[in-house]
């Protein structure tokens, strides 16, 4: 039996759902502030929140169907300053009364979860790594998540722990699955749906005949992400090794927000540079067993800021990357020295985690975050090495995290309170 272990590991989900504890969700005053149309809570934890008369009204629960969660109708422009002639606690609920008779009921914990404090908006609308989850080569060595394909398929606490550890970490490892094609596409059937592209729903990784990437020669990879070419890369990477050369082949990957927060700290010029100049990324040609023809070209920064200034992503691959760059020729080859800093400084021992996959390994990374590259391999191993690849979205993988959630949640409390 496999040790899982990782970044967040039994607590997994109750850390995931941001908490909200007995004291703060128990409302101990309202009141209302006519001129602002604005309704204030007080809490017993000291919080108070203010929420908009006409978002309370938006959101009244008589106006969402309560089957689909989605809103019926939408407030006229009469109802945007309509007046609450009365506020109260009832039974634990707030209910309003508005001057035109209608009646609205909240639940306090719903309430409390959508305050619209500087914090709880954060946490609604980040979408970056934090900070304390960046990690290094020996960070990621000691709490790489590791679990057996066989729990994954077949609980659901093992396969939210891989999903909230990939979304958050950027990188997890699953162990002993059969050596055979088609383990991917039962791992992405217990997500969700694959994210197709050209090269296939499934992609093949060997040495090939007239190689239409890099990718499928023998030769080493440099640290990259996959597909910068296309404009909607693909969020996660799978890598299932079914047959590992015995010479070479080793992977290594890097946490590119990681590199990114150095370079920003250590060489803000640079950082400048890359966050601001767009390179072009070009992939041209066919797709041998199907006649696809091919030809994406994309022109974009290589570090993604989101509008806070966050990293949102990475598009860092010296193999698509193609002629053009949208600069003045002065400016160049300060460029290509930038280009070269993120390079040096991910292939610094500190940053870099090696790895070589052993047959049954599958291997699962963001590729809007984690480079990865591997090493050439020889001789026989130039036959028979053999991997399969898929990729799939964000969505679908954030998807599950949610659905699952709940149940796994509840389910560890009830484990917890039964070892008690
Ligand atoms: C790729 C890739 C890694 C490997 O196919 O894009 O990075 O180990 N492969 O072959
Ligand atoms: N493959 C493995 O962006 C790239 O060209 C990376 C992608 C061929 C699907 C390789
Ligand atoms: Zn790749």
Not at 361 to 366: A, L, W
Request: aromatic share 10%; with cysteine.
């Amino acid at each position: 039996m496999l040790r899982s272990c990782g970044f967040v590991a039994a607590s997994a989900a109750r850390a995931f759902s941001r908490h909200v504890n007995a004291a703060s969700s128990v409302p101990q005053r309202v009141s209302l502030a006519e001129s602002d149309h604005l309704l204030s809570v007080d809490w017993k934890d000291g919080h108070s929140s203010a929420y908009p008369l006409v978002w309370l009204l938006d959101n009244c629960p008589s106006r969402i169907n309560s089957g689909n969660g989605q809103r019926v109708g939408r407030l006229t422009r009469r109802e945007l300053r309509l007046r609450a002639a009365s506020v109260s606690l009832e039974k634990g609920r707030l209910v309003v009364r508005w001057e035109n008779g209608e009646l609205s009921v909240f639940p306090v914990d719903w309430l409390r979860r959508h305050c619209f404090s500087p914090t709880s908006r954060h946490a609604f609308v980040s979408d970056h790594a934090d900070d304390a989850k960046l990690w290094d080569a020996d960070r990621i060595r000691r709490e790489l998540f590791t679990c057996a394909f066989a729990d994954v398929i077949a609980d659901d606490a093992v396969l939210f722990r891989l999903l909230f550890n990939l979304d958050n970490v950027g990188i997890c490892l699953i162990k002993e699955a059969p050596k055979t094609e088609g383990q991917l596409a039962r791992l992405c059937a217990r997500v969700g749906f694959v994210r197709e592209t050209h090269y296939g729903t499934y992609f093949t990784v060997k040495s090939k005949e007239n190689p239409n990437n890099n990718a499928y020669t023998s030769s080493a990879l440099d640290l990259h992400v996959d597909l910068p070419q296309i404009t909607r890369t693909p969020d996660f990477q799978f890598l299932h090794c079914i047959t590992q050369a015995g010479e070479g082949g080793e992977n290594c990957f890097v946490d590119g927000f990681r590199v990114a927060q150095v370079l920003r700290d250590k060489y803000p010029d640079d950082y400048y540079l890359l966050t601001t100049t767009k390179l072009q990324y070009t992939d041209r040609g066919c797709e041998p067993d199907t006649g696809l023809l091919f030809h994406n070209t994309t022109m974009r920064c290589p570090i993604e800021l989101a509008s806070n200034g966050d990293v949102k992503r990475v598009y860092i691959n010296n193999h698509t990357r193609s002629s053009f760059i949208d600069a003045d020729p002065k400016k160049i080859l300060r460029v290509y020295e930038a280009w070269t800093r993120f390079y040096d400084l991910s292939y610094e021992a500190r940053h870099l985690f090696r790895i070589k996959l052993t047959s049954g390994d599958v291997i699962c990374f963001k590729n809007s975050r984690v480079l990865h590259g591997r090493e050439a391999f020889t001789g026989r191993s130039a036959i028979e090495r053999h991997l399969q690849g898929c990729y799939m979205d964000e969505d679908v993988v954030r998807s599950k995290l949610l659905s699952i959630r709940d149940a796994v949640s509840n389910k560890q409390q009830v484990d917890n309170q039964a070892a008690a």
